[in-house]
Each structure stands twice: as structure tokens, then as C-alpha cells.
């Protein structure tokens, strides 16, 4: 087995359990416009916002379009117009406090840290990921953070993961491998990069895409076995 060096872990649904966070974050937000957050307002917001990340992605429209946007946009649909930029702003108040783990995280980078160069890659907004890593207790085991805002560009441009290998001292693409959830921005990204690449699919989902991980596990245990820990 090819032995690995460094590794490049993104944050949701990867490390952290974002959905948890972000369903809480909704919910709070909808009580205080004194709405009820339905299973299909909730999952309209969903596809909205996925879409709206994608085109983010595929460089089409900037990070603040995406946030300031998809409440907006939301609404519209059932017929209240309302201050995205203000709504994003209280969500994002509520998003920070969800810290929730994946299970099995804390003590997956616990152990590997001192094997490894463990060094996070997420796209997000800079306040939001910090401080959730660090309720988390993620924060400090990993030499350094790379947030999307700070860097300029985002997974999966390659322009991303230029500005994270300029800043990694030694960097061997051959030693290195990205492990996240994401097929169109973790998987396609490492692959844009240069880099072997590990799909973290814990709901065993259908690739239906041309995009072909080197690994695929389905729990994050399943790492010590691919990196021989």
C-alpha cells in the first residue's frame, strides 16, 4: 500500500456534522420570523443553496451572492420578500454554534496527527469554520487551516490547492492524499490537483458521475486500513 504523509481533511460532513448544525441554525431562524421550518420549505432551501454553491464551484458567481442571496430567493417562492443579507447574517449567528462530530473524528485525528501532517481544507466562510472547529476540539490538532475566503478561490479550482501546497513546507503531491464527502469539490479537486483522493460516503450514494476516487470508505475507521495505522 502506497504510504502517505500528509493528509488534507475537509470539515462538513467530513469531520464535523454539518447537517445537524445547519438544521438547528434553519429552525432557530424560521422561529424567529415565527414561521414553521416544513420538511419542504426545508428541503427547497436545500436545493437552492446547493445549486447556488455549485455555480460558487464552477466560479460562475462569488461567495457572498451564495449567502446573501438564498434566503431572498427562498422566500420569494412563497411570497415574502425579506433582507437576505440580514437573515443570512442571524443564520450564520446559529450555524457557528453547531459543532456536532462525526462519529469517530476526534479520535481519528487524535491518532493520526502524530503520524501524519493533518491539515484542514474547507470552503466557508473563515469566522464560522474557526469557530466551530474550535468548540470542536478539532482546531488545534491540525498544523494549518485553509478556509475558502481566506484563499482567495475555492475547491475544487486548482488555484486553491496551489495556494495550500505553497504553504505545506516539503510538499510531495505522491505523499499526499485529500479525504471529504464531496465528490465535485473534495474528489475533483484532489484529482485537478494532482492528488490521490479518498470519498467519504457514509450513505453508500451512487456516483453517477465520471469522477473516480482512488479510495472510497464508508466510515472513518476505515482510513487506518488505506493508511496502514
Known amino acids: 500500500m502506497k504510504k502517505y504523509k500528509t493528509l488534507l481533511f475537509d470539515v462538513d460532513d467530513t469531520l464535523l456534522d454539518f447537517a445537524a448544525a445547519e438544521g438547528s441554525a434553519l429552525r432557530m ?14 428541503n427547497n432551501y436545500k436545493n437552492i443553496n446547493q445549486g447556488l454553491w455549485e455555480r460558487f464551484e464552477e466560479g460562475e458567481i462569488d461567495r457572498d451572492e451564495v449567502v446573501n442571496t438564498r434566503f431572498s430567493l427562498l422566500f420569494k417562492e412563497y ?25 469517530g473524528a476526534l479520535e481519528l485525528i487524535k491518532k493520526l496527527r502524530g503520524q501524519f501532517d493533518l491539515y484542514i481544507v474547507t470552503n466557508g466562510v473563515s469566522k464560522t469554520q474557526y469557530k466551530r472547529l474550535h468548540n470542536s476540539g478539532l482546531h488545534t490538532l491540525f498544523k494549518e487551516i485553509f478556509v475558502s475566503e481566506d484563499t482567495g478561490y475555492q475547491k475544487p479550482m486548482k488555484e486553491f490547492f496551489d495556494y495550500v501546497f505553497a504553504r505545506i513546507p516539503t510538499v510531495s503531491k505522491e505523499e499526499m492524499l485529500i479525504i471529504g464527502d464531496s465528490l465535485s469539490s473534495d474528489i475533483k479537486g484532489g484529482q485537478w490537483a494532482g492528488i490521490d483522493t479518498c470519498w467519504f460516503n457514509p450513505k453508500m450514494k451512487p456516483n453517477n458521475t465520471s469522477i473516480v476516487p482512488t479510495f472510497q470508505i464508508q466510515k472513518l475507521e476505515e482510513l487506518y486500513k488505506i493508511l496502514e495505522v
Open 79 to 103: 411570497g415574502k420578500e425579506v433582507d437576505g443579507v440580514l437573515l443570512e447574517k442571524n443564520y450564520r449567528s446559529y450555524l457557528e454554534e453547531g459543532h456536532e462530530l462525526i462519529e
Open 29 to 42: 431562524l424560521f422561529e424567529e420570523q415565527q414561521l414553521t421550518l416544513t420538511t419542504e420549505i426545508e
